[in-house]
C-alpha cells in the first residue's frame, strides 16, 4: 500500500524546497509529488472576484474536499488527474496535473495538516519550522519574481491575511506534527545543496523510509 507523507509548514518556510528533495533522494518511480497549491478555488471565476480582498490563507480557499478524496484514491493505489492552478489569474488552468500512483505520495502545503479528515489520511507528517522573518522574506521575493506582484501588495497581504493566517491555521499544526524539521540555516534562498540534505536527514531516517535504504528495489512495510 503507498503511504503518504505529509509536509507542511508556513509560506517561505521550504517546504516545497523539502519536498522536492525527499522525491529526489528516493529511487526513481518511487515517490510521488502532490501540491495543496493545486487545490485552490478556481477564485477568478467568482462573481465580483478581488484578489486584493479575498483571504487566500483561509483553508476554505482550497477544496479540501477533493483533495482528501484523490488522496484516499492514491492511498488505494491508483492514479488521479488533479487539478492545476495560475496564481497571476487565479483560475483553474487545463490540463490538470496527471498525478501517477507509487509507493510514496508527498503533499506538501501550509494546510496540509489543517483539516482533520485529510490530516488523518497521513502516514507520516512532518512541520518544517522556520523563523518567521526568514519566511516573509522568501514570500516577498518568490511573489515578486514568479507571480508578478509589487512588494507593497505582498506586504499588504502578508499582513492583512498571510500572517494571521498563519498563525489560525498553519502554526497549530505543529501538535499533530509526528516531528519537527528547523531550519536553522537564515537562508533567503535555500539554494545550499548541503544545507538542504540536512535538513532532509531527519526524515530519511524516519523508520518509514528503512526500505529504501541500501536497496532502490525494496517494498515498503505492509505494502
Not at 478555488?41 to 479575498?54: N, S
Not at 496540509?112 to 485529510?118: G, K, R, S
Not at 507528517?125 to 511573489?143: G, S
Not at 515578486?144 to 498563525?167: F, N
Request: charged share 25%; hydrophobic share 45%.
Amino acid at each position: 500500500m503507498p503511504r503518504l507523507i505529509a509536509i507542511t509548514g508556513g509560506s517561505g518556510s521550504g517546504k516545497s524546497t523539502l519536498a522536492e528533495a525527499l522525491i529526489a533522494a528516493l529511487p526513481p518511480g518511487r515517490a510521488t509529488l502532490v501540491r495543496e497549491d493545486w487545490y485552490y478555488l478556481d477564485a477568478g471565476g467568482l462573481p465580483d472576484f478581488d484578489p486584493t480582498a479575498f483571504d487566500f490563507d483561509d483553508v476554505a480557499a482550497r477544496d479540501h474536499r477533493l483533495m482528501a478524496e484523490h488522496l484516499a484514491v492514491l492511498k488505494a493505489g491508483r492514479p488521479v488527474e488533479a487539478p492545476d492552478y495560475d496564481f497571476v489569474t487565479h483560475r483553474r488552468t487545463l490540463p490538470g496535473n496527471a498525478v501517477p500512483t507509487s509507493d510514496v505520495v508527498v503533499l506538501e502545503g501550509t494546510h496540509c495538516l489543517a483539516t482533520p479528515e485529510v490530516a488523518a489520511l497521513f502516514d507520516l507528517k512532518v512541520f518544517v519550522d522556520t523563523p518567521a522573518d526568514i519566511r516573509f522574506i522568501r514570500r516577498l521575493l518568490r511573489d515578486q519574481s514568479e507571480r508578478g506582484r509589487t512588494a507593497q501588495s505582498v506586504i499588504d497581504q502578508y499582513l492583512k491575511t498571510v500572517r494571521p493566517g498563519h498563525e489560525r491555521f498553519t502554526e497549530p499544526s505543529r501538535a499533530v506534527a509526528d516531528f519537527i524539521v528547523a531550519d536553522a540555516t537564515a537562508a533567503v534562498r535555500l539554494a545550499d545543496p548541503d544545507a538542504v540534505k540536512r535538513l532532509l536527514a531527519p526524515v530519511l531516517a524516519h523508520p518509514l523510509f528503512a526500505p529504501f535504504r541500501g536497496d532502490a528495489c525494496a517494498t515498503p512495510e505492509g505494502a
